[in-house]
């Protein structure tokens, strides 16, 4: 399991936590200690029914279809992430499991790596990712 760095303060039980990773650090207000779930994260997988293409355009298209993994069909808090191969990411939550689909235009035309991953999110600073399903795409 994928934890951030957590820094807490503590104060009349109450925790104010800030999570960190490489490229984010953000104040996050948790519930009382003694009230607050575990990293309880599971691993989806993306299927090989993911499908990342090119469109006219400079634009590409991914359509990604995950399955459970070891995730139980009736656990809740996932989110999807594209990392389009320029520098950007694009990612959104999701409460169930369901396939997604991402759209993106680049500045300029040419070859990119698109990497696609599904990650059960049960709260903050608790993150399980699928291994990247990823393409190389040309885009004009």
Same mark, same amino acid.
């Given at each position: 399991?994928?934890?951030?760095?957590?820094?807490?303060?503590?104060?009349?039980?109450?925790? =104010?936590?800030?999570? *960190? &990773?490489?490229?984010?650090?953000? +104040? @996050?207000?948790?519930?009382? =200690?003694?009230?607050? *779930? &575990?990293?309880?994260?599971?691993? +989806? @997988?993306?299927?090989?029914?993911?499908?990342?293409?090119?469109?006219?355009?400079?634009?590409?298209?991914?359509?990604?279809?995950?399955?459970?993994?070891?995730?139980?069909?009736?656990?809740?808090?996932?989110?999807?992430?594209?990392?389009?191969?320029?520098?950007?990411?694009?990612?959104?939550?999701?409460?169930?499991?369901?396939?997604?689909?991402?759209?993106?235009?680049?500045?300029?035309?040419?070859?990119?790596?698109?990497?696609?991953?599904?990650?059960?999110?049960?709260?903050?600073?608790?993150?399980?990712?699928?291994?990247?399903?990823?393409?190389?795409?040309?885009?004009?």
């Amino acid at each position: 399991k994928k934890m951030m760095r957590l820094v807490v303060l503590v104060a009349a039980s109450v925790a =104010l936590a800030v999570c *960190a &990773s490489a490229s984010e650090l953000k +104040p @996050v207000h948790l519930a009382p =200690l003694d009230d607050r *779930a &575990s990293c309880d994260a599971c691993q +989806p @997988v993306i299927t090989n029914k993911t499908v990342i293409e090119p469109v006219p355009g400079l634009r590409a298209t991914a359509e990604i279809i995950p399955d459970y993994g070891d995730c139980s069909v009736t656990y809740r808090g996932y989110r999807w992430e594209v990392d389009w191969g320029d520098g950007v990411s694009s990612w959104s939550p999701s409460q169930a499991l369901m396939p997604a689909q991402a759209q993106y235009t680049y500045n300029a035309g040419g070859t990119y790596t698109v990497f696609v991953k599904y990650c059960s999110y049960p709260h903050e600073c608790c993150i399980e990712c699928s291994p990247a399903y990823s393409k190389t795409i040309t885009v004009v």
